[in-house]
């Protein structure tokens, strides 16, 4: 039998902190309505604690699963975090998080690619599992986004939160696991969504922070009309190439963006909303640590064999979809 790579454990971490639409609406133009209309968030988390950030969230979702799964930190053999909001430049956060965890065993390194990085990293990690090398993989979505949303921003500040969600990847050969995976990138999008300031283009100054330019800067409008047709257009593309019809599918496990984009895609998969995973009213849009967290949320109800359908769009453009079989 074929080794593929399956999910054997999941954990997250939220901060305790809540940022309400009530809240909100005392600093910007807006109201709750407004906003439950247009993205469908009530609530997001906020990590408050100035000495705190992806790497400390990351951890604490990391030791969820070592408790869940009764695994020493030792056992660890690779951390792959995708984070858009790393602690540092450099070192990577998955070398904090190795270290904060005690995996002294364990290689680790970062993946960005917005708000797909998780997909994204989920993926690289699976083939460390098909092809043999490493046999228990952490891969973490982690994103302290209320470090780089301007809470004066109409458009911005109603959309993000803070969190973190970790799967733990095996090897399995009775057929679960990921089955099938297509990521996908148009870079003609960068101008739609995107951070101006703190890369090497724009490096950080005191005009780039008058500017505001290490904020999420973002074209709403623009972003949701590509990312509507692409998180719809890869989940049937998954089921397509696997000869999936809606009735076999558990559960769509979508990246948090936008409700609306999230029903587009249920609908075009033609399954019902009981059949997905949204939490995006509670959370907001948490980046890397949408998808984890809804797996962590929903794992109570998952049984073994399920069919799930992962789908994400962020910028860059990226985008992707993933089709996996639950394996516990």
């Known amino acids: 039998m074929k080794i593929t790579a399956a999910i054997t454990g999941v954990g997250a971490y939220v901060p305790e902190y809540i940022l309400t639409n009530h809240e909100i609406e005392q600093n910007v133009d807006t109201s709750n309505e407004w906003i439950m209309s247009r993205c469908g968030v009530a609530e997001r988390r906020i990590l408050k604690d100035v000495d705190k950030a992806s790497a400390f969230m990351a951890a604490e979702a990391a030791k969820e699963i ?20 790393p602690d540092h430049p450099y070192p990577s956060t998955a070398n904090i998080v190795a270290d904060m965890i005690g995996a002294t065993n364990a290689w680790g390194f970062d993946v960005q690619a917005a ?34 949303v301007d809470y004066t921003c109409r458009k911005t500040s109603i959309l993000f939160g803070d969190a973190a969600g970790a799967v733990l990847l095996e090897p399995s050969e009775d057929g679960t696991g990921i089955l099938d995976a297509r990521m996908y990138a148009d870079g003609s999008g960068k101008k739609f969504l995107y951070q101006p300031a703190g890369g090497s283009i724009i490096p950080a100054s005191i005009e780039s922070v008058t500017k505001k330019q290490h904020f999420v800067t973002m074209d709403g409008q623009s972003v949701f009309k590509f990312a509507v047709v692409k998180m719809a257009d890869v989940a049937a593309e998954m089921m397509d190439r696997n000869n999936l019809k809606a009735e076999d599918v558990a559960y769509l496990t979508p990246h948090q963006a936008n409700k609306r984009i999230i029903e587009a ?52 453009f990226s985008w992707g979809g993933m089709f996996l079989k639950w394996s516990y």
């Not at 070592?66 to 909001?85: F, G, H, Q, W």
């Not at 990690?125 to 092809?131: L, M, P, Y």
Request: charged share 20%; hydrophobic share 40%; net charge positive.
């Open 265 to 316: 895609t249920a609908n075009r998969m033609g399954i019902s909303m009981d059949k997905v995973m949204l939490n995006i009213e509670k959370y907001g849009n948490t980046t890397s640590a949408t998808i984890p967290l809804c797996l962590t949320e929903w794992e109570s109800q998952l049984k073994k064999d399920d069919n799930l359908i992962l789908t994400t769009f962020g910028a860059g």
């Open 115 to 148: 708000c797909s990085s998780f997909l994204s990293a989920l993926f690289t990690a699976s083939k460390f599992i098909e092809s043999g090398v490493y046999k228990k993989i952490l891969v973490i979505g982690s994103d302290k986004m209320s470090s780089i």
């Open 66 to 85: 070592l408790r869940k799964k009764n695994l020493s930190p030792l056992d660890i053999e690779l951390i792959i975090v995708a984070t858009v909001t």
